[in-house]
């Protein structure tokens, strides 16, 4: 089993650049999979990144790609999205989730953290 924290959220303005990070315990987080989520008001959870256990190869939505980079250090159990370029429709909450293989649909991923809220001022 694996628990999930995320941190690293705030209000910031367009353009700047936030890093978030997602603590997890459990002795399988280097085995997983890993991926980011967010989910705005009124909207469907939508796929932001994704990584592999080793961190080979990583995975990413068009709307965000070449702003974000999802990245993890096994050592220290956490994960990691370093947004940059920040726009208002990048606002949401955002989840960090493990599973067994990387992938862009939640049901991919069996464990999940509660969030942690972006909002990007125009």
């Known amino acids: 089993q694996v628990q999930l924290v995320e941190s690293g959220g705030g209000l910031v303005q367009a353009g700047d650049s936030l890093r978030l990070s997602c603590a997890a315990s459990?002795?399988?987080?280097?085995?997983?999979?890993m991926g980011w989520f967010r989910q705005a008001p009124g909207k469907e959870r939508e796929f932001v990144a994704a990584i592999s256990w080793g961190g080979g190869s990583t995975y990413y939505a068009d709307s965000v790609k070449g702003r974000f980079t999802i990245s993890r250090d096994n050592a220290k159990n956490t994960l990691y999205l370093q947004m940059n370029s920040l726009k208002p429709e990048d606002t949401a909450v955002y989840c960090c989730a493990a599973g067994v293989l990387p992938g862009t649909m939640t049901f991919k991923y069996d464990y999940w953290g509660q969030g942690t809220q972006v909002t990007v001022s125009s």
């Open positions: 459990g002795r399988t987080f280097s085995s997983s999979a």
